[in-house]
């Protein structure tokens, strides 16, 4: 993690730290207010053998007087100030001697200010006639030079040294919180997790500008001079992605609504057909369609009623000029996962793809519908590449019966159901095998019996007619007719 990272971090975490910072300080505060209000005080004096100076102090009074430091808080010197009548409950008693001289200080703590000068005044006193009574010969007294007086203000608590210490705290929890959410975060937020996810190189990326964002029945704007760099650096990434083979179909399509796809994927069309390479937007997005009202045009007609044959590519296709063509998303059909990955939709961008550069408006989540840019299903067989197609699937149509075994998703109920008349069709076309095994087993078995008047592979289903007409013909299938949708 580098310096921008940090920052980004504390930009990201800003609020978990403004309020790790204010719990805090309350913290200290209310901590504070609970303690106890103590005043201290302080007498000063000084530590003499009869005979020698007084001031200077000699080696016996400064031994002297580091003896009597222990002695300040015992309990034999309390009750001593407690017999000349000083309260000492709840007050605390120490005492030190200054560095190379015999002068030695007396500190109380007591709630009251006027009780703990007592207190000072009379433990200095104390503790010497403690120290004369375990030494009867001693000769050393203790000299008063500076009474203690009641104090001022009180010494304890200290308000704003335990708020700041507070906020401190709450500061350094509040950066482990944050710091802690980051390590732990799986989403992706910055160009770096989005490589590191996708295990892939990043072909651009679109600033959040406030031209970029628009209503959904709102026209296309003009994007500002940030955002129009962006598309058209993007515009040329893709250019430059594969020089070999460069891509011809580019879906786009986000994880939820609402995210701007269909306005990133209309500034796109419109930076490539700028550059005079011809394109064609696809608003395969049936279920919220957008490009229509982004670029003012009647979308009424469109990829659905293509796909159903209803209307032919050329009277579906919208000129906006400067080579950019739209094919809008047409009317909401009822099962648009359905259209988007049957065979016909594939067929449909290979066509699109021969003289056009082919950008793909997908719903969100586009890998769910059944939508793929590549031109075909995930499914692919191992000889030649083509859509792995199975004729007598009860679950899925053959070459010539494209779309009519998919199911809408019309529920749980619906999908069990779905799932049960599968699992019946494998288990009919199991036993319809076991009988063709055993008729070659057993001699003189029946035979195959002909099936009249039907075929299951007679019908051809014509998807596009150039300069001619949609439609599908009901007739026996002959050898040399293709199989599948037929442009």
Not at 202 to 224: C, N, Y
Not at 334 to 358: F, I
């Given at each position: 993690?580098?310096?921008?990272?940090?920052?980004?971090?504390?930009?990201?975490?800003?609020?978990?730290?403004?309020?790790?910072?204010?719990?805090?300080?309350?913290?200290?505060?209310?901590?504070?207010?609970?303690?106890?209000?103590?005043?201290?005080?302080?007498?000063?004096?000084?530590?003499?053998?009869?005979?020698?100076?007084?001031?200077?102090?000699?080696?016996?009074?400064?031994?002297?007087?580091?003896?009597?430091?222990?002695?300040?808080?015992?309990?034999?010197?309390?009750?001593?100030?407690?017999?000349?009548?000083?309260?000492?409950?709840?007050?605390?008693?120490?005492?030190?001697?200054?560095?190379?001289?015999?002068?030695?200080?007396?500190?109380?703590?007591?709630?009251?200010?006027?009780?703990?000068?007592?207190?000072?005044?009379?433990?200095?006193?104390?503790?010497?006639?403690?120290?004369?009574?375990?030494?009867?010969?001693?000769?050393?007294?203790?000299?008063?030079?500076?009474?203690?007086?009641?104090?001022?203000?009180?010494?304890?608590?200290?308000?704003?040294?335990?708020?700041?210490?507070?906020?401190?705290?709450?500061?350094?929890?509040?950066?482990?919180?944050?710091?802690?959410?980051?390590?732990?975060?799986?989403?992706?937020?910055?160009?770096?997790?989005?490589?590191?996810?996708?295990?892939?190189?990043?072909?651009?990326?679109?600033?959040?500008?406030?031209?970029?964002?628009?209503e959904r029945t709102a026209p296309l704007g003009v994007p500002s001079?940030?955002?129009?760099?962006?598309?058209?650096?993007?515009?040329?990434?893709?250019?430059?992605?594969?020089?070999?083979?460069?891509?011809?179909?580019?879906?786009?399509?986000?994880?939820?609504?609402?995210?701007?796809?269909?306005?990133?994927?209309?500034?796109?069309?419109?930076?490539?057909?700028?550059?005079?390479?011809?394109?064609?937007?696809?608003?395969?997005?049936?279920?919220?369609?957008?490009?229509?009202?982004?670029?003012?045009?009647?979308?009424?007609?469109?990829?659905?009623?293509?796909?159903?044959?209803?209307?032919?590519?050329?009277?579906?296709?919208?000129?906006?000029?400067?080579?950019?063509?739209?094919?809008?998303?047409?009317?909401?059909?009822?099962?648009?996962?359905?259209?988007?990955?049957?065979?016909?939709?594939?067929?449909?961008?290979?066509?699109?793809?021969?003289?056009?550069?082919?950008?793909?408006?997908?719903?969100?989540?586009?890998?769910?519908?059944?939508?793929?840019?590549?031109?075909?299903?995930?499914?692919?067989?191992?000889?030649?590449?083509?859509?792995?197609?199975?004729?007598?699937?009860?679950?899925?149509?053959?070459?010539?019966?494209?779309?009519?075994?998919?199911?809408?998703?019309?529920?749980?109920?619906?999908?069990?159901?779905?799932?049960?008349?599968?699992?019946?069709?494998?288990?009919?076309?199991?036993?319809?095998?076991?009988?063709?095994?055993?008729?070659?087993?057993?001699?003189?078995?029946?035979?195959?019996?002909?099936?009249?008047?039907?075929?299951?592979?007679?019908?051809?289903?014509?998807?596009?007619?150039?300069?001619?007409?949609?439609?599908?013909?009901?007739?026996?299938?002959?050898?040399?007719?293709?199989?599948?949708?037929?442009?």
């Amino acid at each position: 993690m580098n310096i921008l990272d940090f920052l980004r971090v504390l930009r990201a975490n800003r609020l978990v730290l403004l309020g790790g910072v204010v719990l805090g300080l309350l913290g200290g505060l209310v901590y504070s207010l609970l303690q106890p209000t103590l005043y201290t005080s302080t007498s000063t004096g000084f530590v003499t053998v009869a005979g020698e100076a007084s001031i200077s102090g000699t080696e016996t009074a400064l031994t002297r007087a580091q003896s009597y430091v222990p002695l300040i808080n015992s309990r034999t010197v309390r009750e001593k100030v407690a017999e000349s009548g000083v309260d000492v409950s709840g007050s605390t008693l120490s005492a030190q001697v200054v560095p190379n001289s015999n002068l030695i200080t007396v500190t109380a703590l007591a709630p009251d200010p006027q009780r703990a000068a007592d207190l000072a005044n009379t433990a200095l006193g104390a503790t010497a006639e403690v120290a004369n009574s375990l030494d009867p010969t001693s000769n050393v007294k203790v000299t008063a030079m500076e009474d203690a007086l009641p104090p001022a203000g009180p010494s304890s608590p200290d308000h704003l040294r335990n708020a700041l210490i507070g906020a401190g705290i709450g500061l350094l929890a509040a950066l482990a919180v944050a710091f802690l959410r980051r390590v732990l975060d799986v989403n992706v937020r910055t160009t770096t997790d989005a490589t590191e996810a996708s295990g892939a190189g990043l072909l651009g990326a679109i600033p959040q500008d406030g031209t970029m964002k628009a209503e959904r029945t709102a026209p296309l704007g003009v994007p500002s001079p940030r955002a129009a760099e962006a598309l058209r650096q993007l515009r040329t990434n893709l250019r430059f992605a594969a020089v070999d083979d460069p891509p011809r179909v580019v879906m786009v399509t986000s994880s939820n609504p609402g995210e701007g796809k269909s306005t990133v994927i209309a500034g796109l069309a419109q930076a490539v057909a700028v550059s005079g390479q011809p394109v064609i937007l696809v608003d395969a997005d049936l279920r919220r369609p957008r490009q229509a009202s982004q670029f003012g045009v009647d979308g009424r007609v469109g990829l659905s009623e293509v796909l159903s044959g209803d209307v032919l590519l050329e009277d579906a296709v919208q000129d906006l000029g400067d080579g950019l063509l739209l094919l809008p998303a047409g009317r909401t059909p009822p099962n648009p996962s359905e259209q988007l990955g049957s065979h016909r939709m594939q067929e449909l961008l290979r066509v699109l793809a021969e003289t056009h550069l082919v950008l793909v408006d997908a719903p969100p989540g586009a890998a769910g519908d059944g939508l793929h840019p590549a031109g075909g299903r995930r499914g692919r067989d191992r000889a030649g590449g083509a859509p792995r197609q199975d004729p007598e699937g009860p679950c899925g149509g053959g070459p010539g019966h494209a779309g009519q075994g998919q199911r809408p998703h019309a529920g749980r109920g619906a999908q069990r159901r779905a799932r049960l008349r599968c699992g019946l069709g494998l288990l009919r076309r199991g036993l319809r095998r076991g009988r063709r095994q055993l008729r070659r087993l057993l001699p003189g078995a029946p035979g195959r019996r002909r099936r009249r008047g039907r075929d299951r592979g007679r019908h051809v289903a014509t998807l596009i007619a150039p300069g001619g007409r949609a439609r599908s013909s009901h007739r026996r299938r002959r050898p040399g007719d293709a199989e599948g949708p037929r442009l």
